[in-house]
């Protein structure tokens, strides 16, 4: 069993920065594959990204890349995303999650462990 523990999140204004933690704790969370994905309510919980479990692949929903940067550290069991010029748009809870098998997984029934979510708000 994995555990999944998010934070960072937080209230930023338009055009900052935050970046998230996923620390994890049991398993082996440095084989599997990593995703952040967010919900914004009223709306679908989307994938905007997952790293492989070496951190050789990266995956990207196209509204985030070039402001956004996941990377791991499997010696600390710990997943970040780096969140620059952020946008109104992109306030929502944000979940990270791990998957045992498969590469770069986008899809939520693809996940196998869940956090408990962090609240990130963009202010305009």
């Known amino acids: 069993q994995v555990h999944l523990v998010e934070s960072g999140g937080g209230l930023v204004q338009a055009g900052g920065s935050l970046r998230l933690s996923c620390a994890a704790s049991?398993?082996?969370?440095?084989?599997?594959?990593v995703g952040w994905f967010r919900q914004a309510p009223g709306k679908e919980r989307e994938c905007i990204t997952s790293?492989?479990?070496?951190?050789?692949?990266?995956y990207y929903a196209d509204s985030m890349k070039g402001r956004f940067t996941i990377s791991r550290d499997n010696a600390k069991n710990t997943v970040y995303l780096q969140m620059n010029s952020l946008k109104p748009e992109d306030t929502a809870v944000y979940y990270c999650?791990?998957?045992?098998?498969?590469?770069?997984?986008?899809?939520?029934?693809?996940?196998?462990?869940w956090g408990q979510g962090t609240q990130v708000t963009v202010s305009s």
């Open positions: 049991g398993g082996t969370f440095g084989t599997y594959t």
């Open positions: 999650a791990a998957a045992i098998t498969g590469p770069l997984q986008t899809g939520v029934g693809q996940y196998d462990y």
């Open positions: 790293i492989s479990w070496s951190g050789g692949s990266t």
